[in-house]
């Protein structure tokens, strides 16, 4: 059952477009990657989703709702939860409060503060401490507790392992595939294409705002995908 | 001589929690969507000439009580100015917030002189306007001052408190570090905003009560609450409403001690403090965090 | 492929010659104007010379200043000073005025600019609130009742053929041409292309060499000696001065409601709104508190839903200016280079895109 899906959406920031005639979807359940160089649009078209930057309303279609131009509070409100590029945690408040405010405009369900704790356990240790004091790795695991404290439907991770050790990044994915595993819905935006290809059942290579190459991770080869990627 | 300056000192501290109050709402606001509302001191003096019409209409005695009256009908007031005016304004522009304030302010000051004439007014305080007692050392504390400085240090506390324990706090919080990512977690900033202005707008209503009693006022005053304010935040450094509250505290001392100068002195000793501090630290004395 | 910058369009060249006509017709004014008249337009003029000031600082400075009445003041009491208690003629008297103002500027910017943004502009008005009460105490000015500059001090300001009140009205009309002109040629100058880049967006110009700070202070103190000269000029028409009327706030809220209601960040902006400011004061001012009521309303009107004010919507729409300071590259092929004729018929690129404001 298709959960969100795209046709033909094209964003702008201003006078310069960066997403041109988009067709995607994910269906319930499902993790998708979505691949591509810097600037190619993945994060405009997370931003995009997530209600940051508006769209005609038929190009964007939540739960067979069409949902283009919805601003983001409405996006949290119907199950849509973006995990921001940078993470974005609030620096003048505490882990704890930082996951509460995840849990803000969310709803009610499997995702408590309890849960979180037991899938992260070194933020339990830190929970009274400053968010923006960690290191990077913890501070991406707030950033991802906070978005499940939402419950989503959907789960959208912008650049997990920008900046992060490999080992942490292995981590990361290792508990987020629980996550997974649990049902939850996933689109994933990573530079990291290995570790992409093997997390996610889909992937989409997005070029200068456009979807380049779209399948099934076990069906495409490396050099596709490394034409898509770099559009030589 | 020693007497003087210490007796100025403590009627500066008393004054000074209202200068605190009057700062902490500038400060709130700015802190959660980088507005500065010029017309702030006006609203205050628009708060006080309410308080005047609802004693006069509804037969209140006391401006106190008629606060039950004022206080809820700032909020909404607050709360409608941002929704459907102020919210059009907020963002990285720097001219339009500071150019609809400030024409508000002008609406302000002359919808006042039209409504209610340039007699200068007062609010009646009661008894304990004129009850006082004497400390040792000879120094006399009145009770006005001391209930005016508790009622302001409540009002500063019950904010903060709401800032760090309640659901509504943190989320202030949360959008004034990022606005972009409290969207993210479901709050309606536009709404959140008018509720933001609405807290804000309460204790400007609580500050012109005692605004009202200490003082003759006028439509024009409310100039002299915001430069007041203005200075209590810089002086005190941004991020912090005890910051704020001490800035307010130091500019009222100075302004004290200038009085026994001269009464000219009063109000350039203050400019003077605050000009000294932003010559020598532009980010205040007790600042919290950069903005 | 030939490539030239070029600023002038036919509108522009046919606007110059308006502007050259009515400045003939507006110097002989004082030949064929009546007092009244002659007072009227003095005071058209200053307000002009004013709100061009406060434009260029704030439209194209990007730092906005509630405490224009300072320097306004400041210039007033400089000159009666320097004619009263000095006895300078009143004329050299206005120049030394405007020197104090531009000495006086220099501390007051470099402090100011300690700050940004509305912080920036109320700190302008306590500087403004500083000067009132520093010369409230003055004694030998008058203190807080003001004083008044007797006939006999300016019974030298005259000239063969001309009144007294004609030459105010030539300075009035003289400064008012030179804040026009002295703006337009800051900002086709590399600092004025500097300026809007500050403006446009501060970051990228720094990051491209521009001393955005530098350009500021620069801006700030020019704006502030040039009102403080202007301040000179209205209290020697008026021929007496109380810290009260100096230092008015009057003035600032005036001044920006010219600004704001002709375009703010155009240098035709204000020549409208001052047009329309004394319109709407001929009519409305006997409505007392209703006649201010309704130009803040405007104001806050305007801002919030044609910030570009009267004339940056009208300039925009029809891609009009007066006063040309936008550049724009034309290419041309070599072999029919032929000298600029119109606005049609070339290809060309506005260099910079960003409209005013």
Redesign the interface.
């Known amino acids: 059952m298709t959960l969100l899906e795209t046709n033909g959406l094209s964003a702008c920031y201003g006078d310069f477009q960066a997403l041109f005639g988009i067709d995607f979807e994910v269906d319930e359940g499902e993790t998708v990657a979505v691949l591509g160089a810097n600037g190619a649009g993945k994060s405009t078209f997370l931003n995009v989703i997530a209600g940051n930057v508006p769209v005609a309303k038929e190009q964007l279609q939540f739960d067979g709702v069409p949902m283009g131009g919805a601003r983001a509070c409405e996006m949290v409100a119907r199950g849509v939860t973006l995990v921001p590029e940078g993470r974005r945690l609030f620096s003048s408040l505490t882990v704890e409060e930082n996951l509460m405010m995840g849990a803000y405009g969310g709803a009610k369900g499997y995702w408590t503060l309890d849960k979180v704790y037991a899938l992260f356990p070194k933020l339990k240790e830190r929970r009274k401490q400053p968010a923006t004091q960690m290191s990077g790795g913890e501070q991406q695991m707030a950033a991802i507790g906070r978005g499940l404290m939402a419950n989503p439907r959907l789960l959208m991770c912008d650049e997990l392992s920008l900046g992060l050790a490999p080992i942490i990044i292995a981590e990361i994915y290792e508990t987020l595939a629980t996550v997974r595993d649990r049902g939850l819905t996933l689109i994933i935006v990573e530079q990291n294409v290995q570790q992409a290809m093997k997390f996610a059942q889909r992937a989409y290579c997005f070029l200068e705002g456009r979807v380049s190459l779209h399948g099934a991770s076990s069906e495409l080869t490396r050099e596709q995908v490394a034409k898509a990627y770099f559009g030589v | 001589m020693l007497n003087t300056i210490l007796d100025a000192v403590i009627q500066g501290i008393l004054l000074g929690g209202l200068y605190g109050l009057y700062a902490a709402g500038l400060s709130l606001v700015f802190g959660i969507m980088r507005l500065v509302n010029i017309a702030h001191g006006d609203f205050i003096v628009l708060a006080a000439f309410f308080v005047i019409a609802f004693q006069k209409f509804l037969s209140i005695g006391s401006p106190f009580t008629a606060l039950l009256v004022v206080v809820p009908l700032m909020f909404i007031f607050g709360y409608v100015l941002q929704r459907f005016v102020l919210n059009q304004v907020v963002g990285d522009d720097i001219l339009r917030p500071v150019l609809v304030t400030f024409g508000l302010s002008v609406i302000t000051q002359n919808g006042l002189l039209q409504a209610f004439s340039a007699d200068s007014r007062k609010l009646n305080g009661g008894i304990i306007e004129v009850s006082s007692f004497t400390l040792p050392g000879g120094i006399i504390v009145g009770v006005f001052p001391l209930i005016m400085l508790g009622a302001c240090l409540a009002t500063i506390g019950a904010l903060q408190w709401m800032l760090f324990h309640t659901r509504m706090g943190v989320a202030f919080r949360a959008t004034s570090d990022d606005t972009m990512a409290a969207g993210l977690m479901g709050v309606n900033t536009r709404h959140l905003f008018s509720i933001a202005t609405g807290v804000v707008m309460v204790t400007v209503a609580i500050a012109s009560v005692f605004t009202g009693i200490r003082a003759t006022f006028y439509p024009t005053s409310g100039s002299d609450c915001l430069l007041f304010a203005f200075e209590a935040v810089i002086i005190g450094g941004l991020g912090s409403l005890w910051g704020t509250l001490l800035g307010g505290m130091i500019l009222a001392i100075s302004q004290s001690l200038g009085s026994r100068i001269s009464p000219a002195w009063q109000l350039q000793a203050g400019h003077l403090v605050f000009l000294i501090v932003l010559l020598m630290r532009p980010q205040g004395l007790f600042p919290r965090r950069l903005d | 492929m030939i490539v030239n910058v070029e600023r002038s369009t036919r509108t522009s060249r046919i606007s110059t010659a308006v502007f050259c006509v009515a400045i003939v017709v507006l110097v002989s004014a004082p030949a064929w104007a009546g007092r009244g008249q002659l007072s009227m337009l003095v005071e058209f003029f200053y307000y002009l010379a004013l709100a061009e000031l406060w434009n260029l600082l704030?439209?194209y400075a990007?730092v906005?200043s509630?405490g224009a009445q300072g320097f306004i003041g400041l210039g007033g009491y400089a000159l009666f000073f320097f004619t009263l208690n000095m006895g300078w003629h009143p004329l050299f008297a206005l120049i030394a005025a405007g020197v104090v103002g531009l000495v006086v500027a220099v501390p007051a910017a470099a402090?100011m600019l300690?700050?940004?943004?509305?912080?920036l502009?109320?700190?302008t008005?306590?500087l403004a609130?500083?000067a009132r009460?520093?010369f409230?105490?003055m004694t030998s000015l008058g203190a807080g009742s003001g004083i008044s500059l007797g006939v006999a001090s300016v019974r030298h300001v005259e000239l063969p053929f001309v009144s007294r009140d004609g030459i105010f009205f030539l300075l009035a009309l003289l400064f008012a041409i030179l804040t026009v002109a002295l703006s337009y040629l800051l900002l086709c100058s590399k600092y004025g292309l500097a300026l809007k880049s500050v403006r446009d967006n501060e970051t990228s110009a720094r990051s491209s060499g521009v001393n955005s700070y530098g350009l500021k202070l620069g801006v700030f103190v020019a704006s502030s000696a040039g009102m403080a000269l202007i301040g000179a000029l209205i209290y020697l028409t008026k021929l007496r001065i109380s810290p009260a009327a100096a230092f008015d706030?009057n003035w600032t809220?005036n001044i920006?409601f010219i600004v704001?209601i002709g375009g703010?960040g155009t240098l035709e902006g204000p020549i409208i709104g001052t047009i329309v400011f004394f319109v709407l004061r001929q009519y409305l001012s006997d409505l007392?508190?209703?006649y201010?009521?309704i130009?803040?309303?405007l104001?806050?009107v305007v801002?919030?839903k044609m910030?570009r004010g009267l004339w940056g919507a009208f300039s925009h729409r029809f891609d009009v200016r007066l006063f040309p300071t936008r550049r724009r590259l034309v290419l041309g092929n070599p072999d029919k280079v032929r000298p600029p004729s119109g606005d049609a018929g070339k290809t060309e690129l506005a260099v910079n895109p960003g409209d005013p404001?």
């Open positions: 704030a439209g990007g906005i509630l402090v300690r700050l940004h943004g509305a912080y502009a109320i700190a008005w306590v609130e500083v009460l520093g409230s105490e706030a809220s920006i704001i703010i007392g508190s209703w201010l009521i130009l803040g309303g104001a806050v801002m919030l910030p404001s």
